[in-house]
């Protein structure tokens, strides 16, 4: 897995087209949720950068058979200073277009780091799905992303929550390459 490209055009069309009908669906009948769970929860990750959880969004489904945490980061296209709470506030907006991906369970949404990258960390029931998403967003996320800033990671057997509560679980060999998806430290929201 983690083949870090898009899908063609056609097939990513296709994915999102499902996803965002299936997403009219889920949020007519209110099974998407956005919890206050983990928000102001501060990481740090193993490439020395702190983004913080500004969103967390829960789709009410059955149990998860094959776990997974799927990362994504990205870098916005002329994007600066106030533009950065526009996007925060807009996103929400951009609900539809991952819920209603087969296997989607829930998503922390992080604010951008230092260097302008924003993340987001994923469980996911079933890897294939997850990077079946991922290379589908890489579409969307071309319109509004600096060129070569898209990247994403697949984990399979792990979920975000024992990804926060042991980070340091993580296998350091196999992450090495991408510190940027490596929590090592979590700092609770203050007080």
Not at 26 to 38: E, F, M, P, S, W
Not at 81 to 87: E, P
Not at 97 to 123: C, E, M, N, Q, T
Not at 130 to 144: I, N, T
């Amino acid at each position: 897995m983690n083949v870090q490209a898009p899908l063609p055009y056609r097939e990513a069309a296709v994915g999102v087209g499902r996803c965002v009908a299936t997403s009219a669906a889920l949020l007519a009948r209110r099974r998407v949720h956005h919890r206050g769970k983990n928000l102001g929860t501060a990481v740090v990750f193993a490439d020395d950068t702190t983004a913080t959880v500004y969103r967390s969004t829960t789709l009410e489904s059955g149990p998860v058979t094959d776990p997974c945490v799927l990362a994504v980061a990205f870098r916005l296209r002329l994007v600066h200073g106030r533009g950065h709470a526009l996007f925060r506030a807009e996103s929400l907006l951009n609900t539809p277009l991952f819920v209603g991906f087969p296997g989607f369970v829930s998503k922390l949404w992080f604010a951008h780091d230092d260097h302008g990258v924003y993340r987001g960390i994923y469980d996911w029931d079933g890897p294939a799905r997850a990077e079946h998403y991922a290379r589908c967003l890489w579409r969307v996320l071309a319109l509004v992303s600096e060129p070569g800033s898209i990247r994403y990671l697949v984990r399979p057997g792990l979920e975000v929550s024992e990804l926060l509560a042991h980070p340091e679980s993580l296998d350091e060999s196999a992450s090495d390459e991408e510190p940027w998806s490596r929590p090592v430290r979590i700092l609770p929201p203050p007080n």
